[in-house]
């Protein structure tokens, strides 16, 4: 079973800054590919950032310059380091990985809980 747990939201003034962590727990083999997603209130959840597993990096539009998405293999973990956020930053921010939990599995698409980041002075 594996588990994906987000962490690191909350509330920062126009300007700020968070940095979000995502952990993969579980019977793990590798981590593939990783996506921070968001969904503000009455709006589709969109793509903000995403890792392959060789390190390579895309970002929406919105955000380039300002999110850097990492990962650490060691930790299993993901983060979004999120600055001069706005307040159109607003949402629930999840996010997805693909994993294999053995040698010849097939991948799997997991999903964390989200966690909350709001942009308000």
């Known amino acids: 079973q594996v588990q994906l747990v987000e962490s690191g939201g909350g509330l920062v003034q126009p300007g700020g800054s968070l940095r979000l962590s995502c952990a993969a727990s579980?019977?793990?083999?590798?981590?593939?590919?990783v996506g921070w997603y968001r969904q503000a209130p009455g709006k589709e959840r969109e793509l903000v950032a995403g890792?392959?597993?060789?390190?390579?990096?895309n970002y929406a539009g919105s955000v380039e310059g300002r999110f850097t998405i990492s990962r650490d293999n060691a930790k299993n973990t993901v983060y979004l380091q999120m600055n001069s956020l706005k307040p159109e930053d607003t949402a629930v921010y999840s996010c997805?990985?693909?994993?294999?939990?053995?040698?010849?599995?097939?991948?799997?698409?997991?999903w964390g809980q989200g966690t909350h980041v709001t942009v308000s002075s």
């Open positions: 997805n990985a693909q994993i294999t939990t053995t040698i010849r599995g097939p991948l799997r698409s997991y």
């Open positions: 579980g019977s793990i083999f590798s981590i593939h590919s």
């Open positions: 890792i392959s597993d060789g390190g390579r990096t």
